[in-house]
């Protein structure tokens, strides 16, 4: 897969941050473009760099102003813009993630079913036939945005969010799916949960899933969730 060649756009965020735009859709030879810009920014080696975070279409790169020239900097980013206008998809770690569908671990499975107008059994098939890319890490620490998810089971937000979502739950939002790697108030429908922990501090890297990465996700039964979490 190679990115398409459009121009980087650059905007400020504050005095410490540059945003640096592909383009503004979801589309993985672009989210592919912003991970290899990236690490291109980061094998500048400038100091002052004090992270770069790559999302759907769009890197953010957040620098110290008082030990960064910003000549320099910017200088480094229309370099690895230019570096990366026809980038190949480099695949990431594949991830199984067992995940027990329904029941109390995943209590808006029949709500999504009928949005897809599908048993739940239908809609579980639907929600684990497919990879899953990792686009970006956000919201909170290691939530993974993954996608996309087939059109007919891409069920909304709750209208009302949850001040309470255990942590391993498996959601859907739209055309994205994930795993909530803590407990958090959250407000995409959950269709099931994994006894993996997604995000641990004491790792020397927290989370388990990182940009460009792909998730496959394995149904389980209750029993074997039960046999997971002793």
Known sequence: MTSPALPARFSRAGDSAIVVEFEERID??????????????????LPGIRDVVPAYCTVTVYFDPLRTEQ?????CLKQA?????RTVDAPGRTHRVPVCYGGELGPDLADVARFAR??????IERHVVRRY????????????????????IAAPRRAAPRTRV?????GIAAGQTGVYPI????GWQLIGRTPLRVFDPSRPRPSLFQPGDAV?????SRQQWDRFTL
Do not use: K, W
């Open 28 to 45: 993985l030879a672009i989210n592919a473009r912003c991970i290899a810009f990236a690490n291109a920014v980061l094998s500048c080696g």
């Open 216 to 220: 496959h996700f394995v149904p389980i």
């Open 183 to 186: 407990e958090t108030p959250g």
């Open 118 to 123: 599908l048993s739940e059994e239908e809609t």
């Open 81 to 85: 813009a230019s570096e990366t206008r």
């Open 71 to 75: 000549e320099r900097l910017l200088a």
């Open 133 to 152: 890319r990792v686009f970006m890490l956000g919201f909170i620490p290691g939530f993974a945005y993954l996608g996309t998810v087939d059109e007919q």
């Open 166 to 170: 255990p942590a391993g739950s498996v």
